[in-house]
């Protein structure tokens, strides 16, 4: 299973809804959405970017979420994403922050 489908089946189950009415609602065929779903989540097929933003927007997740094999930034989109703007600015100035500090040598506390 590629990243894409493995965190696209996750985001699907996650918010309790079937292959067929995900692929609807993103507005696929109806008679050929539960099929196209099931090829996305298995790495078969990969759905166009466009695509992927709308079923973002219906699994309420940040579209990035669907592409980073690292699990704890998998993590901190989903947290992201779910924060408000107030809450966004505070975390990014605190790890731009947290990002710039000099680095200790080996041996010396921080």
Known sequence: MSV???RLK??????????????????LDPMSASARMNRYELGHRAP???LVEEMARILNVPTPYFYTRDEQLARLLLAFGRM??????????AAEQVAVRPKVPKGRAN
């Open 4 to 6: 894409l489908g493995s």
């Open 84 to 93: 408000k703007a107030g809450e966004k600015a505070r975390l990014l100035e």
């Open 10 to 27: 996750q985001a699907r189950l996650q918010a309790g809804l079937s292959q067929e009415r995900l692929g609807i609602e993103a507005g």
């Open 48 to 50: 166009n970017f466009e």
